[in-house]
């Protein structure tokens, strides 16, 4: 849905949205993972993926269903790190506004711990930024999104 999250790719193909799960009825989380081509693997991709899912849905109370991983892979001369070409993982996630921001940290510590488990690639090559806004900067079918821990009620009225 457009509009609905800010951009939170550095390469901003595919824009990091949120989407919506039509089975739920609420807003879905997104990471996008930006890397050179080449530099992970199918198999680690889709193994960050799960682990992504599951650390976001314990860290910030979800069903795992909510969460949509995406993978950007950009040419390897459109990579720079340090005004040189490079291979990092940039890993960059939106948050509602109201997480305690220990929980937040955390997440952010726990995803660079497990892209690094996971891809080989050492956490000095990881970049994890988690963006956060207030949920009410969010609309999604036409309601603004609810702040963390009223999503109950807001399924409720979404349902009614």
Sequence with gaps: MEGVFPCISWSCTPCGRGHRDAS??????????????GTLRADAKGELATEITRVHAEINH????YVNVVFSELLQDSVYVGGEPGAPLLIGGWARRGHPQEETTRLALELSAAASRITGIPERRILVVIQDSPARSAVEGGQVLPDPGQEKEWLSRQEA
């Design 62 to 65: 979800v069903p795992p269903a």
């Design 24 to 37: 739920s009825g609420v807003d879905v989380p997104i990471y996008t993972c930006t890397t050179a081509q």
